[in-house]
T-cell receptor
Framework: NAGVMQNPRHLVRRRGQEARLRCSPM?????VYWYRQLPEEGLKFMVYLQKENIIDESGMPKERFSAEFPKEGPSILRIQQVVRGDSAAYFC??????????????FGQGTRLTVV | GNSVTQMEGPVTLSEEAFLTINCTYTATGYPSLFWYVQYPGEGLQLLLK?????DKGSNKGFEATYRKETTSFHLEKGSVQVSDSAVYFCALRPSGSARQLTFGSGTQLTVLP
Protein backbone atom coordinates (compact mmCIF):
# COMPACT_ATOMS: atom_id res chain seq x y z
CA ASN A 1 0.00 0.00 0.00
CA ALA A 2 1.75 3.09 -1.22
CA GLY A 3 1.84 6.04 1.12
CA VAL A 4 0.58 9.51 0.41
CA MET A 5 2.12 10.63 -2.86
CA GLN A 6 2.77 14.26 -3.62
CA ASN A 7 4.17 15.67 -6.82
CA PRO A 8 6.16 17.40 -7.81
CA ARG A 9 8.64 17.29 -4.92
CA HIS A 10 10.14 20.59 -6.00
CA LEU A 11 8.47 23.30 -8.05
CA VAL A 12 9.94 26.57 -9.22
CA ARG A 13 7.66 29.27 -10.55
CA ARG A 14 8.17 32.86 -11.61
CA ARG A 15 6.05 35.54 -10.00
CA GLY A 16 2.64 35.68 -11.65
CA GLN A 17 2.62 32.08 -12.83
CA GLU A 18 0.32 29.34 -11.58
CA ALA A 19 1.38 26.49 -9.32
CA ARG A 20 -0.49 23.19 -9.23
CA LEU A 21 0.34 20.77 -6.45
CA ARG A 22 -0.97 17.21 -6.51
CA CYS A 23 -1.70 14.79 -3.72
CA SER A 24 -2.78 11.17 -4.05
CA PRO A 25 -4.00 9.90 -0.68
CA MET A 26 -3.42 6.44 0.63
CA UNK A 27 -5.68 3.78 -0.79
CA UNK A 28 -9.00 3.78 0.98
CA UNK A 29 -8.54 7.26 2.44
CA UNK A 30 -11.27 9.74 1.62
CA UNK A 31 -10.12 12.67 3.78
CA VAL A 32 -7.37 14.97 2.59
CA TYR A 33 -5.77 17.89 4.37
CA TRP A 34 -3.35 20.50 3.05
CA TYR A 35 -0.86 22.27 5.27
CA ARG A 36 1.72 24.95 4.58
CA GLN A 37 5.08 25.13 6.28
CA LEU A 38 6.98 28.36 6.03
CA PRO A 39 10.74 28.31 6.67
CA GLU A 40 11.55 27.86 10.36
CA GLU A 41 7.86 27.58 11.23
CA GLY A 42 5.35 24.89 12.06
CA LEU A 43 2.58 23.55 9.88
CA LYS A 44 -0.43 25.73 9.32
CA PHE A 45 -3.71 24.17 8.29
CA MET A 46 -5.09 25.32 4.96
CA VAL A 47 -8.00 23.16 3.83
CA TYR A 48 -9.79 19.89 4.59
CA LEU A 49 -11.52 18.02 1.80
CA GLN A 50 -13.48 14.86 1.31
CA LYS A 51 -14.28 13.45 -2.09
CA GLU A 52 -15.90 16.25 -4.13
CA ASN A 53 -16.48 18.38 -1.03
CA ILE A 54 -14.62 21.11 0.79
CA ILE A 55 -15.27 20.58 4.48
CA ASP A 56 -13.18 23.36 5.99
CA GLU A 57 -11.21 26.01 4.13
CA SER A 58 -10.74 28.37 7.03
CA GLY A 59 -6.95 28.32 6.61
CA MET A 60 -6.94 29.17 2.92
CA PRO A 61 -6.07 32.67 1.78
CA LYS A 62 -9.17 34.30 0.31
CA GLU A 63 -7.59 35.06 -3.02
CA ARG A 64 -5.48 33.09 -5.51
CA PHE A 65 -5.70 29.77 -3.62
CA SER A 66 -8.12 26.96 -4.38
CA ALA A 67 -8.31 23.24 -3.72
CA GLU A 68 -10.29 20.33 -5.03
CA PHE A 69 -10.57 16.60 -4.46
CA PRO A 70 -12.49 15.14 -7.39
CA LYS A 71 -14.26 11.82 -7.44
CA GLU A 72 -11.46 10.42 -9.54
CA GLY A 73 -7.84 11.45 -9.37
CA PRO A 74 -5.66 13.31 -6.92
CA SER A 75 -6.40 16.31 -4.81
CA ILE A 76 -5.09 19.53 -6.34
CA LEU A 77 -3.95 22.67 -4.56
CA ARG A 78 -3.84 25.51 -7.03
CA ILE A 79 -2.11 28.83 -6.49
CA GLN A 80 -2.70 31.47 -9.11
CA GLN A 81 -0.43 34.43 -9.77
CA VAL A 82 2.18 33.28 -7.29
CA VAL A 83 4.17 35.77 -5.25
CA ARG A 84 7.44 35.31 -3.37
CA GLY A 85 5.58 34.97 -0.10
CA ASP A 86 4.00 31.75 -1.41
CA SER A 87 7.39 30.05 -1.25
CA ALA A 88 6.99 27.27 1.28
CA ALA A 89 6.66 23.53 1.70
CA TYR A 90 3.12 22.30 1.13
CA PHE A 91 2.17 19.04 2.78
CA CYS A 92 -0.78 16.81 2.17
CA UNK A 93 -2.11 14.34 4.72
CA UNK A 94 -4.80 11.71 4.38
CA UNK A 95 -7.05 9.89 6.78
CA UNK A 96 -9.46 7.00 6.52
CA UNK A 97 -13.18 7.59 6.49
CA UNK A 98 -13.45 6.28 10.03
CA UNK A 99 -14.57 8.83 12.54
CA UNK A 100 -12.47 9.17 15.64
CA UNK A 101 -9.79 11.53 16.80
CA UNK A 102 -7.22 8.83 17.35
CA UNK A 103 -7.00 7.83 13.70
CA UNK A 104 -3.53 8.40 12.33
CA UNK A 105 -3.04 10.95 9.58
CA UNK A 106 -0.40 9.98 7.03
CA PHE A 107 1.69 12.71 5.46
CA GLY A 108 3.25 12.98 2.06
CA GLN A 109 6.82 14.15 1.56
CA GLY A 110 5.67 17.59 0.54
CA THR A 111 6.08 19.90 -2.42
CA ARG A 112 8.64 22.63 -1.97
CA LEU A 113 7.52 25.65 -3.94
CA THR A 114 10.02 28.35 -4.76
CA VAL A 115 8.84 31.54 -6.38
CA VAL A 116 11.56 33.50 -8.15
CA GLY B 1 -10.06 27.60 19.75
CA ASN B 2 -7.48 24.85 19.90
CA SER B 3 -3.81 25.63 20.25
CA VAL B 4 -0.52 23.89 20.99
CA THR B 5 2.46 25.57 22.63
CA GLN B 6 5.77 23.90 22.22
CA MET B 7 9.17 24.47 23.77
CA GLU B 8 11.20 26.66 21.49
CA GLY B 9 14.37 25.34 20.01
CA PRO B 10 16.81 24.69 18.80
CA VAL B 11 17.90 22.05 21.28
CA THR B 12 21.42 20.66 21.06
CA LEU B 13 22.42 17.61 23.08
CA SER B 14 25.29 15.20 23.24
CA GLU B 15 24.71 11.57 22.37
CA GLU B 16 23.19 9.57 25.26
CA ALA B 17 21.84 12.69 26.98
CA PHE B 18 18.30 12.88 28.36
CA LEU B 19 15.75 14.69 26.22
CA THR B 20 12.64 16.60 27.24
CA ILE B 21 10.59 18.69 24.83
CA ASN B 22 7.71 20.45 26.53
CA CYS B 23 4.26 20.66 25.00
CA THR B 24 1.08 22.16 26.44
CA TYR B 25 -2.26 22.52 24.78
CA THR B 26 -5.55 24.37 24.93
CA ALA B 27 -8.67 22.55 23.78
CA THR B 28 -12.21 21.76 24.84
CA GLY B 29 -13.01 18.25 25.91
CA TYR B 30 -10.49 15.47 25.55
CA PRO B 31 -8.48 15.82 22.37
CA SER B 32 -6.15 13.16 21.04
CA LEU B 33 -2.51 14.15 21.29
CA PHE B 34 0.33 13.33 18.92
CA TRP B 35 4.04 13.76 18.44
CA TYR B 36 5.29 13.86 14.85
CA VAL B 37 8.91 13.85 13.68
CA GLN B 38 10.24 15.45 10.51
CA TYR B 39 13.66 14.44 9.21
CA PRO B 40 15.48 16.83 6.86
CA GLY B 41 13.75 17.13 3.50
CA GLU B 42 11.00 14.72 4.47
CA GLY B 43 7.36 14.79 5.46
CA LEU B 44 6.02 14.20 8.93
CA GLN B 45 5.93 10.78 10.49
CA LEU B 46 3.82 9.86 13.47
CA LEU B 47 6.10 9.13 16.43
CA LEU B 48 3.54 8.38 19.13
CA LYS B 49 0.05 9.25 20.26
CA UNK B 50 -2.29 9.19 23.26
CA UNK B 51 -6.06 9.38 23.14
CA UNK B 52 -7.13 9.84 26.76
CA UNK B 53 -5.93 11.16 30.07
CA UNK B 54 -3.03 9.27 31.68
CA ASP B 55 -2.34 7.31 28.49
CA LYS B 56 1.34 6.94 27.71
CA GLY B 57 2.42 6.83 24.10
CA SER B 58 5.78 5.26 23.33
CA ASN B 59 7.87 4.40 20.31
CA LYS B 60 11.58 4.04 19.51
CA GLY B 61 12.53 4.90 23.09
CA PHE B 62 10.43 8.08 23.11
CA GLU B 63 7.58 8.50 25.59
CA ALA B 64 4.90 11.05 26.34
CA THR B 65 2.11 10.96 28.92
CA TYR B 66 -1.25 12.67 28.45
CA ARG B 67 -1.68 14.89 31.52
CA LYS B 68 -5.16 16.36 31.64
CA GLU B 69 -4.57 18.26 34.90
CA THR B 70 -1.63 20.18 33.45
CA THR B 71 -2.82 20.02 29.80
CA SER B 72 0.60 18.74 28.83
CA PHE B 73 2.13 16.05 26.63
CA HIS B 74 5.88 16.39 27.12
CA LEU B 75 8.17 14.24 24.96
CA GLU B 76 11.02 12.39 26.67
CA LYS B 77 13.81 10.02 25.75
CA GLY B 78 16.35 8.64 28.15
CA SER B 79 19.31 8.43 25.80
CA VAL B 80 19.30 10.25 22.48
CA GLN B 81 21.24 9.20 19.39
CA VAL B 82 22.65 11.18 16.51
CA SER B 83 19.95 9.66 14.31
CA ASP B 84 17.28 11.35 16.46
CA SER B 85 18.29 14.73 15.03
CA ALA B 86 15.10 16.09 13.48
CA VAL B 87 12.26 18.53 14.07
CA TYR B 88 9.60 17.37 16.52
CA PHE B 89 6.00 18.59 16.38
CA CYS B 90 3.36 18.27 19.05
CA ALA B 91 -0.22 18.20 17.74
CA LEU B 92 -3.80 17.68 18.80
CA ARG B 93 -7.06 16.67 17.17
CA PRO B 94 -10.50 17.18 18.74
CA SER B 95 -11.97 14.00 20.15
CA GLY B 96 -14.35 11.96 18.03
CA SER B 97 -13.51 13.98 14.98
CA ALA B 98 -11.71 13.64 11.68
CA ARG B 99 -10.94 17.33 11.87
CA GLN B 100 -7.54 18.67 11.12
CA LEU B 101 -4.54 18.46 13.40
CA THR B 102 -3.42 21.61 15.16
CA PHE B 103 0.37 21.74 15.38
CA GLY B 104 2.88 23.38 17.64
CA SER B 105 5.67 25.38 16.04
CA GLY B 106 8.15 22.53 16.14
CA THR B 107 11.41 21.98 18.02
CA GLN B 108 14.66 21.40 16.17
CA LEU B 109 16.79 18.76 17.91
CA THR B 110 20.44 18.28 17.06
CA VAL B 111 22.36 15.44 18.69
CA LEU B 112 26.14 15.64 18.56
CA PRO B 113 28.39 12.57 18.62
Amino acid sequence: NAGVMQNPRHLVRRRGQEARLRCSPMKGHSHVYWYRQLPEEGLKFMVYLQKENIIDESGMPKERFSAEFPKEGPSILRIQQVVRGDSAAYFCASLTSQRGGNTEAFFGQGTRLTVV
Amino acid sequence: GNSVTQMEGPVTLSEEAFLTINCTYTATGYPSLFWYVQYPGEGLQLLLKATKADDKGSNKGFEATYRKETTSFHLEKGSVQVSDSAVYFCALRPSGSARQLTFGSGTQLTVLP
